[in-house]
């Protein structure tokens, strides 16, 4: 069966430090790999999606980027947070296009202070 | 270009009660539609899925929504709620059509369940 493993669950972190997030997936192959933040209410936003190794999308212009440099891998960076980073960052990954469900990780929690 | 509207950011109903959200589409298309659930501090998971079958969609946990072409309506609804029903639930439309464009998602409503 497969699983999606986000990490860490935690993070504080002060503002202009870095930041990465990692997000895998088990048990299956060449998914299509999506990060997303939720903001105290602003609902989900979709970041980054990605259909393959090295192809990222981008969905909103910002000082976030993300890499994927393996199949199963998806990684959330940033060079310097900013207050407005501060969220719940979700990761998800579905088989084919956006008709499949799309199953989600467990999410990371990040404070910026 | 598709768009989701949640009607009501926040719905309160007692134990036993009937739960109605409300969730309405835009689409050139004929879309497919989902309903997902977020418990506290976790991550999203799908309650049911429209496909374009039957129009009235059975999910999990007591859920189910119709679709309703002629009002872009795609309601979840619940007999009677308990209070594990209390969470988000999120609406979201995706075109069969348009490949690996990302799903779209409305604003979410929070569900709670009164004692």
């Known amino acids: 069966s497969q699983t999606i493993h986000q990490w860490p669950a935690t993070l504080v972190q002060p503002v202009g430090s870095p930041l990465s997030l990692e997000c895998t997936v088990e048990?299956?192959?060449?998914?299509?790999l999506y990060w997303y933040r939720q903001a105290a209410g602003r609902g989900l936003q979709l970041l980054f999606y990605?259909?393959?190794?090295?192809?990222i999308s981008s969905e909103v212009p910002q000082n976030l980027s993300a890499s994927r440099p393996q199949d199963r891998q998806f990684i959330l960076s940033s060079k310097k947070l900013l207050l407005s980073d501060s969220g719940f960052y979700l990761c998800?990954?579905?088989?084919?296009?956006?008709?499949?469900?799309?199953?989600f990780g467990p999410g990371t929690r990040l404070t910026v202070l | 270009a598709q768009s989701v509207t949640q009607l009501g950011s926040h719905v309160s109903v007692s134990e036993g009660a009937l739960v109605l959200l409300r969730c309405n589409y835009s689409?050139?298309?004929?879309?497919?539609l989902f309903w997902y659930v977020q418990y506290p501090n976790q991550g999203l998971q799908l309650l049911l899925k429209?496909?374009?079958?039957?129009?009235l969609v059975k999910g999990i946990n007591g859920f189910e929504a119709e679709f309703k072409k002629s009002e872009t309506s795609f309601h979840l609804t619940k007999p009677s709620a308990h209070m594990s029903d209390a969470a988000e639930y999120f609406c979201?439309?995706?075109?069969?059509?348009?490949?690996?464009?990302?799903?779209?998602f409305g604003k979410g409503t929070r569900l709670s369940v009164i004692a």
């Open positions: 990605s259909v393959g190794i090295g192809q």
């Open positions: 998800a990954w579905t088989l084919g296009d956006s008709t499949d469900t799309q199953y």
């Open positions: 689409s050139s298309v004929p879309p497919y």
């Open positions: 048990g299956t192959s060449n998914p299509n």
């Open positions: 429209y496909t374009s079958a039957a129009t």
């Open positions: 979201a439309v995706s075109d069969p059509g348009s490949g690996n464009t990302p799903l779209v």
